[in-house]
């Protein structure tokens, strides 16, 4: 079956880096079709996409972050790991992964809260 | 990026009743639209992708809609967990973009 999980540091200082780690399992990001993406949720807001990489290594992200954002797969591992670069409060949120297979995020992980406070 | 607009941004309604959400978006998206349901604490669920096909195990009171710009969900009898937050979401280009959410409360 399908799972997905988010890890990574509950807190991080303003101006750090935040590193995001999905680890899946049911499926194989060497398919073709398949992708992975990140979104985030701030409390009390919406769903926001960041980024997404698949199969083939192509990569995508969010207009308003493109310069902050990275993403990376590690295949035989499962593993895609997202970094957000200088955070500050607003990028306080719930971060999800996400499979995404032809059209849609079809299973997702429970999300990891990430705190930016000094 | 396109954007999704949905309407309305809260609803209040009861349980048995019948309720449409409506989301536009900014350009055509031919049918490259999906809604999900997000209950706090717990992961967003797929409930409908490419307008109108329901994922596997939604409940077919769960219903989609619409082609190019706009498009509905509804629920045709309302049950007491179907109380969420509901989100479009195009698939039509990248970056994806999500509406605002609409909030749907117990009257």
């Known amino acids: 079956q399908v799972t997905l999980r988010e890890s990574g540091p509950a807190l991080v200082k303003p101006t750090q880096t935040l590193t995001l780690t999905c680890t899946f399992s049911?499926?194989?990001?060497?398919?073709?079709?398949?992708?992975v993406s990140w979104i985030r949720q701030p409390p009390g807001k919406a769903l926001e996409w960041l980024a997404r990489?698949?199969?083939?290594?192509?990569?995508y992200f969010s207009t308003s972050l493109m310069t902050r954002l990275t993403i990376s797969k590690d295949t035989a591992k499962n593993q895609v790991v997202l970094t957000l670069t200088n955070v500050d409060a607003v990028d306080t949120a719930t971060y999800y992964c996400?499979?995404?297979?032809?059209?849609?995020?079809?299973?997702w992980g429970q999300g990891t809260l990430v705190t930016v406070s000094s | 990026d396109i954007q999704m607009t949905q309407s309305p941004s809260s609803l209040s309604a009861s349980v048995g009743d019948r309720v449409t959400i409506t989301c536009r978006a900014s350009?055509?998206?031919?049918?490259?639209l999906n809604w999900y349901q997000h209950k706090p604490g717990t992961a967003p669920k797929l409930l409908i992708y490419?307008?109108?096909s329901l994922q596997s195990g939604v409940p077919s009171r769960f219903s989609g809609s619409g082609s190019g710009t706009d498009f509905t969900l509804t629920i045709s009898s309302l049950q007491p967990e179907d109380f969420a937050t509901y989100y479009c979401?195009?698939?039509?280009?990248?970056?994806?973009?999500f509406g605002q959410g609409t909030k749907l409360e117990i009257k």
């Open positions: 049911g499926f194989s990001l060497s398919t073709r079709g398949i992708c």
């Open positions: 979401q195009q698939s039509f280009s990248t970056p994806r973009t």
């Open positions: 996400s499979r995404e297979t032809t059209v849609a995020l079809d299973f």
């Open positions: 990489i698949d199969w083939d290594d192509a990569k």
């Open positions: 490419v307008a109108s």
């Open positions: 350009q055509s998206i031919s049918s490259y």
